[in-house]
């Protein structure tokens, strides 16, 4: 599974939009893009993922590039309650055996 | 509906003996994925279970971890002679398979192993 390279962490002003860049330049063709985060000791939860178009859900929204070496997450109205550890995730979809590959991720930290 | 629980949900014990930590996935889903967890890491990866069968362990560190899901639903991971080094939050997730929808992974809350 292709490397990612996310910013170890970042600010954001309460309501305002957060925007979590990704960088997979190694990227394959059968891959695709998730995202996952950690609030605190929770367990990951599954935000949201794409192939190639941008996708939206009513958690948030993905922006990958026409050339799939970076993408960015979108919180658009960013609350306390999203502040946690956001991993970017690149997978093939196999048809077994998908392990996610966590890197370091984003921590977000969401000020009021 | 219920979601993905593990028992215990925190466990203290002395070094060499053993524990078995259970996961109990959410109803229907046939893949099984167990992640070990350190303080401020990422989950990494341990074993993989589709159904019964153990599909993937290249991620069990060595032979004193094993896992098992003998019926295809609730599985155990076993760690026999624990050493300090086994302390962490120990994850469990499952997800529909990986033919039916997008593989997506729900995650349980864990169980927080400290070995002294």
């Known amino acids: 599974d292709a490397k990612t390279t996310q910013p170890p962490s970042m600010d954001c002003a309460e309501g305002r939009a957060a925007n979590l860049p990704c960088n997979h330049s190694t990227i394959s063709g059968n891959e695709y893009v998730y995202w996952y985060r950690q609030i605190h000791s929770q367990g990951p939860q599954y935000i949201i993922h794409g192939l190639k178009n941008n996708e939206t859900n009513e958690m948030a929204s993905l922006i990958i590039t026409e050339d799939r070496k970076s993408s960015t997450l979108i919180l658009p109205h960013a609350t306390l309650r999203d502040t946690a550890v956001y991993y970017c995730?690149?997978?093939?979809?196999?048809?077994?055996?998908?392990?996610?590959?966590f890197g370091g991720g984003t921590r977000v930290l969401v000020k009021p | 509906g219920a979601g993905v629980s593990q028992s215990p949900r925190y466990k203290v014990t002395k070094r060499g003996q053993d524990v078995a930590l259970r996961c109990d996935p959410i109803s229907g889903h046939v893949s099984l994925y167990w992640y070990r967890q350190a303080l401020g890491q990422g989950p990494e990866f341990l074993t993989y279970?589709?159904?019964?069968?153990?599909?993937?362990k290249s991620g069990l560190p060595n032979d004193r971890f094993s896992a098992e899901r003998p019926e295809g639903s609730i599985s155990t991971l076993t760690i026999q002679r624990t050493e300090q080094r086994d302390s962490a939050m120990y994850r469990c997730?499952?997800?529909?398979?990986?033919?039916?929808?997008?593989?997506?992974?729900?995650f349980g809350p864990g169980t927080r192993l400290l070995v002294l």
């Open positions: 997730a499952s997800s529909l398979g990986e033919n039916r929808g997008m593989g997506t992974q729900y």
């Open positions: 995730i690149v997978r093939v979809r196999k048809a077994a055996g998908n392990k996610l590959t």
């Open positions: 279970f589709n159904y019964e069968a153990q599909q993937d």
